[in-house]
């Protein structure tokens, strides 16, 4: 019911209530899920609106200015800290003789991690002048709680929607749009990432996978991920068009890139930006020699990695991220270029496939059992492994073709063809476009209804 409700008063009430309307559905839709959380990220809003008006007032005043913003960053990063690491740090310290201490047991508010780089970014670009500062709670809470993209991003800078959440268009022709990019996130979430997701599922639960079986678990939970997250991406970017916003790109077809370099250009996009511009460019970047850029990297690639998740698998995936990376640019980057394009992407894709395998098992034993049987310790073939492959056939090629470009451009050549077509060229373009769409919604509906397997897995960040 939320969403037919929130479209249709949004469309009806007027302009100057439409914000306080999307702010009371927003924490509404928070509060269903995290009902004593939603006081959180409520202290988060009215905490980083008032540093952010603090910093306006005293702009002049250069030290108040810096002290500001750097009691912002500690109370962002702290309450962060403790709901997201509370618990990492005890287990950690109890490995230590003679300690033990109880566990925090504090449950991690949905999206935390999501809305306070929101929040961060905005007090940031309030000091750098970068942003104009927001003298309107409604209209700060809003940025930070905005529904669609609250959950898991993309990470939106304040910087890019200031304009719209004053001034937005909203009519129908860009509510179609919306709806269209929301049922192909939909459909890349329940048609493609979870029917892969029972292949990894299955996979990695096995005692002893050869090398044939854990090779295509890889690839199946590269396919999960991918289509997991930008599939909720397209929808985060479709429910904001219904309502106006334009949210920037998260993805660019990740996986036809030719150096890891190119990857992490490509996938994640909003976070990706959030640390360069807040975290490695502040730590002098590249301009400061070598010496201090290898470090820069490493620090940026660690936080990534934290970032992720409190466990030392995402520490060891930030940092094996961060030492390729430094190979490409001090090492093998100019091979790599000279290099076929074919060569790249196969290189750069047996990288990725082994990044996903380091990301996805957080328990040591287990991820290295699995590393083992990627180069073949527990025997080549296995009994089920024509089995998997026959019955996951359909569903990885259909994979395959959704993560490169192709559909796209030839959608797009079509959509403009229409536009400059015959009127009944365009009537017939547009019922089929209508029969596709409504044909992925109705098959994406039958399966969340039919299918208990729904997981999805940046909920977690």
Excluded at 380 to 387: L, M, V
């Amino acid at each position: 019911m939320f969403l037919p409700l929130i479209t249709l008063f949004y469309f009806i009430f007027p302009v100057k209530l439409r914000n306080g309307l999307l702010l009371a559905f927003s924490l509404v839709f928070y509060a269903w899920g995290e009902p004593v959380y939603v006081t959180i990220m409520l202290a988060s809003i009215g905490m980083n609106y008032l540093f952010g008006l603090g910093i306006d007032r005293f702009r002049s005043r250069e030290k108040t200015k810096k002290a500001l913003l750097a009691v912002s960053v500690v109370c962002n990063l702290s309450m962060l800290g403790v709901f997201k690491y509370a618990d990492f740090v005890i287990d950690n310290l109890n490995l230590l003789p003679g300690v033990s201490l109880p566990a925090a047991g504090i449950a991690l508010p949905i999206g935390i991690s999501f809305f306070t780089f929101q929040a961060m970014s905005y007090v940031i670009d309030v000091y750098r002048a970068t942003a104009p500062v927001q003298k309107n709670i409604l209209n700060f809470g809003l940025y930070i709680s905005l529904f669609p993209q609250l959950i898991a991003g993309p990470i939106v800078r304040y910087s890019t929607v200031a304009e719209q959440i004053a001034h937005r268009r909203t009519d129908f022709d860009l509510a179609a749009q919306g709806i269209r990019r929301f049922i192909t996130g939909l459909a890349k979430k329940v048609l493609i990432a979870n029917n892969v997701g029972f292949l990894w599922a299955r996979i990695s639960a096995a005692d002893a996978p050869p090398a044939a079986d854990a090779w295509l678990g890889a690839i199946a939970f590269a396919f999960q991920i991918y289509f997991d997250f930008s599939g909720y991406s397209d929808m985060a970017i479709g429910l904001g068009r219904i309502f106006g916003f334009r949210f920037l790109e998260n993805f660019d077809y990740p996986y036809i890139s030719r150096s890891v370099t190119e990857f992490w250009r490509r996938w994640h996009i909003s976070l990706g930006t959030w640390f360069r511009e807040y975290l490695y460019i502040p730590l002098g970047g590249n301009r400061r020699g070598a010496a201090k850029q290898v470090r820069n990297i490493l620090i940026v690639w660690l936080l990534t990695g934290l970032w992720h998740g409190a466990s030392w698998n995402f520490v060891l995936w930030g940092l094996y991220y961060g030492v390729l990376l430094l190979l490409e640019k001090f090492v093998v980057g100019k091979i790599l270029n000279r290099a076929p394009a074919a060569v790249g992407r196969i290189c750069t894709l047996l990288a990725v496939l082994f990044g996903w395998v380091l990301f996805a098992l957080d328990d040591t034993g287990a991820l290295f059992s699995y590393f083992g049987a990627m180069f073949g310790a527990n025997g080549g073939f296995g009994s089920e492994t024509a089995y998997l492959l026959t019955t996951n056939a359909p569903t990885l090629l259909i994979a395959a073709f959704a993560s490169l470009p192709f559909g796209a451009r030839f959608g797009k050549m079509l959509s403009g063809r229409a536009e400059s077509a015959t009127r009944r060229k365009r009537v017939l373009f547009f019922a089929a476009e209508t029969v596709w769409y409504g044909l992925l919604f109705l098959l994406s509906t039958a399966y969340l209804v039919d299918s208990t397997y729904n997981p999805f897995i940046y909920f977690r960040f």
